[in-house]
Structures are given as C-alpha cells and as structure tokens.
C-alpha cells in the first residue's frame, strides 16, 4: 500500500502522491481508504495548513477507478464489495468537498474518472497544458458518478451537460473556460510551484507569478451550439438540434452520444436534470443509488469487457436503442436501494 500512494509534509503543505503511474494512477480502494483517512489525520494537525494532490509519472494525474479489478470483482460475485467501494469513495468525494483547509490538485495529464472525484471538489484545480479531462462513463454503461451528479450541470451554458453524455475530452482551454480548472500554468513550472506552497502565506497570491492564459479550445468557440442543445428536455430533442446545427460539431457530438449505452446516456440526462437543485450530498446519494442498482445489470460489464478485457471497442448493449430503454427499468435506478441510502 504505501508505494501506491505517497503521504509527507513539507513546510506547510500535506503533499498526496497517486503513485501508480504504469496504471496511470488509478484509483483502488485501498487508496480510497487511506486518503480518507490522512486527509482526516491533517484536518486536526494544526502545522498543516494546505493538502496538494498530485500524481506520479509524466501521463496522468488519475486516469479514474480500476475498472479491471471492478470487472473481476463482479465475474467472482462479490458485489457487495464492489458497493462498500463505491460507498467509501463517494463518501471521500463528500469529505474532499467540505475539507476545511485549501485542498489544491496539481493536473498534469489525464484527468478522468475518479480521478476528477479527487480534483475538481477542492478549492484549487490548477492545470497544465497536458491537462486532458474527461468523464468517459457513458462509454462504458456506466454514469459520471464521484460528483458528476453536482458538478457537470453547475459547468456554464451546459457543457457539463454535454460533457457527460458525449464523453468529450476538455483541454486546458476549456477546462478552464468551464470551470473545471481554477488555475493554468505551464509544466514547466510545476517544481517551482509546489515549492511555493509549501511556504505561502496567501495561495492565490503566490499563484499569481505561474498563471498562464491557454488557447481556448472547441469547447468555448462552439458554445452557443452545445447551450441550444443541451437546454432541450429530452435526449431525443437534444439529438435533433445537434443535427439542425448542421455543424462538423454536431453532427459529432450526435454521433458520439448515439455510439453509448442507451440506459447510460438516459440515466445521465435525468442525473443531470436532478442534480442541478440538489446540494452536494444530495447528489452523492442519488449516486449511490444508481450505482446500487446498476451493478446488477448488465452493460457496465460489457463496456468494461470491450473497452479493457478484449479490447475490440465494440460492446454490444442491452438494449441496443433508446427507444427500447423501458421507463419504469429506468425510474427504478433513483430509488433508494435495499440497504439504504449513503450515510452523509
């Protein structure tokens, strides 16, 4: 455990390693587990006044969970561990949210995932310009879960909305543009920045000397697209103006959204549509929920068998068109499971 994830102080700051990097740092329980319990470790240690996370390697920060060890867990039978995981996590996702001391993500890389449930809920999310975030979930018949519920329909003009169900890929433009990042800066200067906060009075004043200003990326430029579709009130109208658009742009995103798992992408758009009135524990409860009852389904499974174990990017969904997604199959992902509803 303790060379998959790094804890020290230096000066002021508690500095967390992801410490994966052949996996690109993906996420495990056990880390799940023991960044809880440090985090909570700092929050009494009065000589701690900042966390920084940050991930080992040159590729990512945290390319998301293990789905392989997921995919095992499930073809063993033990889904009920497979919940205490995702119990655990959204648990710290809650926690990160609410830290009561600066918790500062230093995104160099891939950023997707889990590894955005470890990011984008602390008060600081600077990125470099290898700075690539996604939540690919839909692509895998799953959901974009670790606070998705809470943060993507709070991105402006409705990219997170558009983001959560075509799986796009954000940039260092656009991940700041949409509020992804609080922060850009150069790789170059990463070294020199975490120097800084080890010593810093003022974090946002030392940040000042390593900002950058990115390329806006075609996420801002097509803006006024993705708002006038994504604002529609079902997933079918959604796709009928990406197609009206009669851009490259929309007829993209359509694609992309029509390649995902029908019951993901209906699951999400009414994720979305929800958790734009609900708090922040309210979403991570509504995650659980859906997360409860998705595990004994079946496309979860099958994206991670195309996608990871056979590798042939071609699931084959269950049911295949949005229009077969049964509603009351559908309604039934919102209700409160068997075991209750995630203690926050």
């Known amino acids: 455990m303790s060379d998959e994830i790094l804890f020290e102080v230096r000066g002021k ?13 993906a996420l495990t329980h056990s880390k799940v587990i023991a960044l809880a319990e440090q985090l909570k470790r700092w929050a009494d240690d009065p000589t701690v006044a900042r966390v920084v996370i940050k991930g080992a390697g040159d590729k990512a920060f ?23 995981f995702f119990r655990d996590e959204y648990t710290l996702n809650a926690y990160i949210k609410a830290y009561p001391k600066p918790y500062i993500a230093l995104i160099d890389g891939i950023v997707m995932g889990g590894g955005v449930g470890v990011s984008v809920h602390g008060s600081h ?16 018949g799953f959901f974009p879960d670790v606070g998705g519920t809470y943060f993507l329909p709070r991105m402006p003009k409705k990219t997170g909305v558009y983001c959560a169900l075509a799986a796009s890929r954000l940039k260092q433009g ?32 030392a940040l000042e000397a390593f900002l950058v200003v990115p390329e806006p990326g075609p996420v801002k430029e097509n803006e006024t ?31 992309a959204i029509r390649t995902k798992s029908p ?3 209906l699951i999400t758009f009414e994720q979305m549509r929800r958790g734009a009135h609900l708090s922040f524990n309210e979403c991570m409860k509504l995650e659980y929920r859906i997360v409860s009852r998705l595990l004994h389904g079946v496309d979860f499974f099958e994206g991670i068998r195309a996608v990871v174990i056979d590798k042939d990017q071609a699931p084959k969904w269950t049911p295949t068109q949005l229009g077969q997604v049964d509603s ?8 409160e499971p068997s075991d209750g509803d995630l203690p926050l």
């Open 125 to 140: 999310r600077i990125g470099t310009e290898k700075t690539l975030f996604s939540m690919p979930e839909t692509g895998i």
């Open 62 to 84: 945290c390319a998301g969970g293990d789905i392989r060890s997921i995919y095992d867990a499930k073809q063993a039978g033990e889904v009920d561990g497979l919940k205490q």
């Open 225 to 255: 697209i993705i708002e006038e579709a994504f604002s529609a009130g079902s997933v079918g109208e959604v796709l009928e103006r990406l197609q009206r658009s009669d851009t490259d742009f929309g007829r993209k995103a359509s694609t």
């Open 328 to 335: 009351a199959n559908l309604a039934s992902y919102f209700e």
């Open 263 to 265: 019951t993901s992408i």
């Open 13 to 25: 700051a508690g500095f967390v390693t992801l410490n994966r990097p052949q996996t690109l740092n």
């Open 174 to 205: 656009d991940a700041l543009a949409t509020g992804v990042l609080t922060h850009a800066v150069a790789q170059s200067s990463l070294t020199e920045l975490e120097r800084a906060l080890e010593t810093a009075e003022d974090i946002d004043a």
